[in-house]
């Protein structure tokens, strides 16, 4: 499933997934899972020849990122119990949730939808397909970010309110997952803003190991263009 991001056809993110950091943006913990919609067109990989990808800054939007461990779905199911859900993991890959908070947080107050605040093109990077026997337990496995260099987000996902297989089973009673579809299982706390030029490194690990299983690097710029929320000069 290397080309998931080719062939998946929603991103579907899962929001307030651990408990400090719904604490940390003033939400209360959710009963059941909560979740969102991304367009796959939000997708950002690195470039193939090596340069960083570039997360783009809309116009007056205050930009936060949230690192997530992503699953990528190897095979189509609808109604998965929770007990079979793992079989439909084909594997893993770390992704940040960009997110215009501002935006947000006015669409939270209307009660409007997030799709401006989560959908703006390269809000979602993602790094490379992690193969599902390279990560021993995935609900216990640390995940980090670190901003220009400083450990900004450090969590485990053990903390998750959800597990993997209750989000999957509660997402297919919605929804078809279908082979290529990612889930972004949610944020752990340290959510917090990126400016133009700032580097935002991710990486993943299995606990006690000194060596990360996948990691992601990518550069903020100011979203170039004439439309609404272009920085044009
Ligand atoms: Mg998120």
């Known amino acids: ?31 059941s899972p909560m979740f969102f919609l991304k367009p796959t067109s939000s997708y950002l990989v690195r470039p193939s020849d090596g340069s960083l990808g570039i997360i783009e800054r809309p116009k007056n939007v205050i930009l936060h990122h949230e690192i997530e461990l992503a699953l990528v ?16 993991v084909s594997g893993y890959a770390l992704a940040l949730d960009m997110t215009a908070r501002n935006l947000q947080d006015a669409a939270k107050s209307k009660g409007h939808p997030w799709s401006v605040a989560k959908g703006f093109d390269t809000f979602t990077p993602i790094g490379e397909f992690i193969e599902k026997e390279r990560v021993h337990d995935p609900s216990n496995l640390d995940i980090w970010l670190k901003n220009d260099g400083k450990l900004v987000q450090n969590g485990n996902t053990r903390d998750m309110l959800f597990s993997i297989p209750a989000l999957i089973e509660y997402v297919s009673s919605v929804m078809r997952l279908e082979a290529g579809d990612v889930i ?15 580097i ?15 990691t992601i690097e990518f550069q903020v710029a100011d979203r170039p263009g004439s439309g609404l929320f272009g920085c044009e000069e």
Do not use: C, W
């Open 1 to 31: 499933m290397r080309d998931f991001v080719q062939i998946g056809r929603k991103i579907i993110a899962i929001g307030r997934n651990y408990a400090e950091h719904a604490k940390e943006l003033g939400n209360a913990v959710p009963k």
């Open 200 to 214: 935002l490194q991710g990486g993943l690990r299995n606990p006690g190991s000194d060596q990360d299983i996948a």
């Open 73 to 88: 779905i190897g095979k189509n199911g609808r109604d998965i119990k929770a007990s079979r859900a793992m079989d439909y």
């Open 184 to 198: 972004l299982t949610g944020t752990p706390a340290g959510v917090g803003p990126v400016l133009p030029g700032q």
